[in-house]
């Protein structure tokens, strides 16, 4: 069996010595960089090439990658590198990566064209100045062959391994047995669903209840069709840490212990981080200081556990001395399924598709709780700008960056002054106030890259933002919105410019698409077609929507059709629900769950409640909960217990929690959940009804009634609970609202 490695993961692996070290920094961004790979070669003379495909072998080894450029008229391959600011502060451990990047392709080069001898250079090109740095050295073939055979040769100790892991861990799947004495009923249909789009390279969009155990009958499945399939990766990919951490708890299931599979979990760099307030280079943070000395021992101790969550990974670095996130960053090119939130595959700078993409990996997908996908995804492409951040880093900025931002502040100005209202949406881009930003960003660049300190926190995290607006600026179309909010200042209003997702599809299908395969599952994906098109889905994505396990009996759902929830018809129905929730407590007692769409409605219901019936267990959900305080409000619902919580529909207790048995016995709904109508809304509903005919579905039904069906979903977990679902809103008799909740729900109409 052969081994594939690209170049440049090759080369870092044998070439790199020495500190991490972030300083040589800001590098371009990604489009930056494509610009200025695009400005040198448009240099070059006619003949010239570029992206020269190449790949040679040694022993079981294929080498792969796209050089830079080839000039035939002066025999010169060139190593293209964008950066900022002096070249003098590179740290060596860069420049010797790269040379040993370039020397390779020579070699390459030289065994493909039978070329006897060739001039290797780096071209270092300043996007500041747009001027370029050449270094040559001029190499025989014979020399660069060697160079060439000395990294395989680094190299290949570690590709017989991984080879060989590949061929163990391939066996074990194939003979992989079901965790458990038997599938749940409709765990196997959707496990059967799961396999067929990971063999046959599919999308799957598959609806299954909750309590089937979806993890499992997901995660197995793939994992089976791993050998046959010739599939690289598994990226379990979840909304929220509670789902990562199902993910990891079904692998040890599936996956006994001495199985060879590597499994690793991937932490935010704030939350992995061991030294927060020191910077990420080896005069700084202790964990930098010959991290790539140390890389090696770490990376084989973290691989020979297997089991790479944080705490272990944590473990593992920190007896080896290296920084914990970046050894994880580290091992997932070496892992066999990364456990991840979802930005970790479709942020505009995802890790785990970046590595895809540059490996070639066959990659199936796993989308938890694939509901929150549009949400999520129209937030990764968004930005919002504040003005009072330029402010506070404006009075500090040295004098070169001051004065362009104080061009920046005149646009900010003029963009409120040219608006009347409060809010406006714009589908074209201001120019002059893009034109600013883009000036400032890059004078602040330029200093970040001369400072021979540390960057002040607020301007670097301004730089951050105004590179975050500025990208999306260049993909900016049909699919966002330029909206303005203006607020009161000081010294008059000020402006909160918006770059606003409204269509994630751009952005989100060619990452699945970039798959092999990909399974988006959850107990809310009706209708399929909302979110196929959202999603920006393949044409031929399959659908599967797996029987509920649970009964009628099971769950009693009570249509209370006399109380209207509109906003307009609040004031008069508080009385009303909080007398509903009263008489039905007294008739049950027991833990429930009453759902609201805003603190303040959730607030009045409640208060009323308290002041008529003093003896009842009423607490309530606050705004921006803390995790210790959400465990608090979810550890008042003991088994046999008595409590009464009140919540905000889509928020912390609306999905995600397990309440199993007489721990929640039944949920108020008293809203619909639809999103409120304000103008960004409205701005969704024309977009959506343009791009897809449907807009007020789009943009309020189908979202609101997700959150309806999530919460319900809160109350029967097992095939042993029992309880009741009481939602409060005329409009739930509507068919085509009926026609969106669970099939095997019963709703019976009951009076207040």
Known sequence: MQYTVPVRTL??????????????????????????????????GAGYEREVTLEGEFGRLRVRGRADGYDPARNRLEEIKTHRGALSRQPANHRHLHWAQARVYGSLLCEARGIESLVVALVYFDIGSQKETVLEAVHTRAELRAFFEAQCTSFLAWADQELAHRERRDAAMTTLAFPHPDFR????????????????????????????????????????????????????????????????DALDRIAAPGTPLRVLE????????????????????????????????????????????????????????????????EVARWSDVVVGDYNYFFDGSALLHALAQEHGWRAALLVDEAHNLPDRGREMYSAQMDPAALHAVRRTAPPGVRRSMGRLAKAWHDLAASQSTDYASYETLPQDWFAALQH???????????APHEPAPQLQQFWFDSLGMLRLAETFGEHSVFDVTLRAGPRGPQALPCIRNLIPAPFLGPRVRDAHAAILFSATLNPFGFYRDTLGLPEDTASCDVASPFTSEQLSVRLVRSISTRWQDRDRSIEPIAGLIAQHYAGQPGNYLAFFSSFDYMRRVAALLRETNPELPVFEQSPAMPEAQRREFLDRFVAGGRAIGFAVLGGSFGEGIDLPGDRLVGAFIATLGLPQ?????????????????????????????????????????????????VLIDDRFAKPEVRALLPSWWEVQAVQA
């Open 185 to 248: 009923e409709g765990q196997r249909d959707l496990a059967e669903a799961a396999y067929r789009a990971a063999a046959r390279g599919r999308c799957l969009l598959a609806q299954a209840p909750t309590g089937i155990g979806k993890t499992v009958g997901t995660l197995f499945p793939v994992l089976k069709a791993m050998p046959g399939r010739r599939l690289d990766k598994v990226f379990f990919l979840a909304a929220k840490t509670p789902g990562r951490q199902l993910a990891l």
């Open 677 to 725: 109508v304000n103008p960004v809304n409205e701005e969704m509903r024309r977009r959506m009804g343009r791009a897809f005919g449907a807009g007020y579905d789009y943009a309020y039904l189908y979202p609101g009634i997700r959150k309806v069906v999530q919460a319900a979903g809160r109350v029967i977990r097992t095939r042993e609970d029992r309880g009741v679902v």
């Open 11 to 44: 080369c870092e692996f044998t070439a790199k010595a020495g500190d991490l070290d972030l300083r040589f920094t800001p590098a371009p961004t990604a489009l930056e960089g494509l610009a200025g790979h695009a400005a040198v070669t448009s240099r070059r």
């Open 440 to 450: 400032t960003a890059a004078t602040i660049a330029d200093h970040l890259a001369e």
């Open 266 to 329: 991937l932490t935010a760099r704030d939350k992995a981080c061991e030294h927060p307030d020191n910077a990420c280079h080896g005069d700084s943070c202790p964990l930098a200081k010959g991290f790539y000395d140390r890389l090696s021992g770490a990376r084989a101790a973290a691989l020979e556990r297997g089991r790479m969550d944080r705490e272990s990974l944590r473990e593992t670095a920190l007896a080896h001395q290296v920084c914990p996130y970046y050894l994880s960053q």
